[in-house]
């Protein structure tokens, strides 16, 4: 199977840049999507296919993928970006198909 | 929008099976990827498996010999099925939407907790 890989935990002062990465072999030729979580309610998506942005998402949530590292960024961070945060991919050469990372939980400090 | 919406019981007794559905409303079934996800208390996202709407299905290898997931388009709702349950399933069930094979999930509904005990 394919294996991701996530910091347990980031954190970050408000205002400033939290960074979550998403380890994986090759990982730069899969697209790669990241979801949100808060307490008690469902994952939201927050990028996909590396880069974009889902409508309604706030422009500080930005996405690179390169090499064996998926990043996800978070610019400005407010207390409302505490959350944890799922890399997910995709590989048919792989079995299960759909793979998430183990989460990194935000602390805004 | 769409919205989806799990149903179906929040206890099953061990070696029995837990029934789930998703309801689809605000958007036809058809067209599009389904997929059942599930989170055990504390823990993280599994993926259990997907069908699409005209019934072609994958599931994860780690459950494939207990997993059942079929769709109804007359009904707009898909259905899992998971066999001799034990307490390892006890976990937070998540029904979701996909564009494609391989695509982000970008709908997801509510989850509900389906929790195995005696």
């Known amino acids: 199977s394919y294996v991701l890989t996530q910091p347990p935990s980031v954190s970050v002062a408000p205002g400033k840049t939290a960074r979550i990465t998403c380890g994986g072999n090759?990982?730069?030729?899969?697209?790669v999507h990241w979801y949100q979580q808060k307490p008690g309610q469902a994952p939201v998506l927050v990028i996909y296919?590396?880069?974009d942005r889902p409508s309604g998402i706030s422009e500080r949530f930005s996405g690179s993928n390169s090499g064996n590292t998926a990043t996800l960024t978070i610019s400005r961070v407010e207390a409302d970006d505490e959350a944890d945060y799922y890399c997910?991919?995709?590989?048919?050469?792989?079995?299960?198909?759909?793979?998430f990372g183990p989460g990194t939980t935000v602390t805004v400090l | 929008q769409v919205q989806l919406q799990e149903s179906g019981p929040g206890l099953v007794k061990p070696s029995e099976t837990l029934s789930l559905t998703c309801t689809v409303s605000?958007?036809?079934?058809?067209?599009?990827?389904w997929t059942w996800i599930r989170q055990p208390p504390g823990k993280g996202l599994e993926w259990i498996g997907s069908?699409?709407?005209?019934?072609?299905?994958d599931y994860s290898p780690s459950l494939k010999s207990r997993v059942t997931i079929s769709v109804d388009t007359s009904k707009n709702h898909f259905s899992l099925k998971l066999s001799s349950v034990t307490a390892a399933d006890t976990a937070v069930y998540y029904c979701?939407?996909?564009?494609?094979?391989?695509?982000?999930?970008?709908?997801w509904g509510q989850g509900t907790l389906v929790t195995v005990s005696s």
């Open positions: 979701a939407r996909h564009q494609g094979v391989g695509a982000h999930f970008q709908h």
């Open positions: 605000g958007g036809s079934i058809s067209n599009f990827f």
């Open positions: 069908i699409y709407y005209s019934g072609s299905t």
């Open positions: 090759n990982i730069g030729t899969k697209n």
């Open positions: 296919s590396d880069i």
């Open positions: 997910h991919v995709w590989d048919s050469t792989y079995d299960p198909l759909y793979v």
